[in-house]
């Protein structure tokens, strides 16, 4: 919902931010490969209860998925580059709030609910890219292979409930079930939306 608004403000930091890595010679692919690292390590430090230490873990993941995009359009968007971008994404996704739900016994069914919200959300969201995809190749022959389906929970909206999770662990059940429900209703307006869009 907010991530029109949130990358028009940290999108020009990041550009100049990817280009300084790119003269030094860093690779979009290896910035990736280092936003993962950092996911981990994220997850680890909240599994052993260390939150601020995961909640900057989880900052330098989000930079990182943010630079991998600036960068290569800055050189070359190539197809593996956006498989590793989705890929990762979603990997970061779920072990954050795993991590939580590990961490203590009481947030386990709370993160488990979550994840499911995220499966059923993320399988949405793929197959909108997938078929919007196909459709628009076959009908206007445009090289755009990947198209984002906009909704109430974005990245923006992840990242602020995961900051949450990481400030105020005790509320973690609360803001988990606040989550969940608003990614459910993601899902059920990306449904209204393919059914909108697509034949059938």
């Given at each position: 919902m907010f991530?029109?608004?949130?990358?028009?403000l940290v999108y020009p930091a990041l550009n100049l931010l990817g280009v300084f890595l790119l003269r030094i010679g860093?690779?979009?692919n290896l910035v990736s490969w280092s936003g993962i690292f950092f996911g981990v390590s994220a997850a680890v430090?909240?599994?052993?209860?260390?939150?601020?230490?995961?909640?900057?873990?989880?900052?330098i993941n989000r930079i990182c998925d943010?630079?991998?995009?600036?960068?290569?359009?800055?050189?070359?968007?190539?197809?593996?580059?956006?498989?590793?971008?989705?890929?990762?994404?979603?990997?970061f996704y779920a072990i954050i709030p795993l991590s939580f739900g590990l961490q203590k016994e009481e947030n386990l069914i709370p993160a488990l609910f979550l994840l499911a919200s995220f499966l059923i959300n993320g399988?949405?969201?793929?197959?909108?890219?997938?078929?919007?995809?196909?459709?628009?190749?076959?009908?206007?022959n445009t090289e755009k292979s990947f198209h984002y389906s906009d909704g109430l929970i974005e990245g923006s909206e992840t990242i602020?409930?995961?900051?949450?999770?990481?400030?105020?662990?005790?509320?973690?059940?609360l803001f988990c079930y606040i989550f969940c429900f608003l990614t459910c209703l993601t899902f059920l307006?990306?449904?209204?939306?393919?059914?909108?869009?697509?034949?059938?």
């Open positions: 991530d029109r608004y949130s990358q028009k860093l690779t979009p430090s909240i599994y052993y209860s260390f939150m601020l230490l995961g909640l900057l873990f989880i900052l943010g630079l991998d995009g600036q960068m290569a359009r800055e050189t070359e968007v190539s197809d593996y580059g956006g498989f590793l971008d989705i890929v990762f994404d979603f990997f399988s949405s969201f793929l197959a909108y890219a997938a078929i919007k995809a196909s459709n628009t190749k076959n009908q206007r602020l409930f995961f900051i949450l999770f990481c400030l105020f662990p005790e509320k973690f059940s307006q990306r449904l209204v939306k393919a059914k909108a869009e697509f034949k059938g």
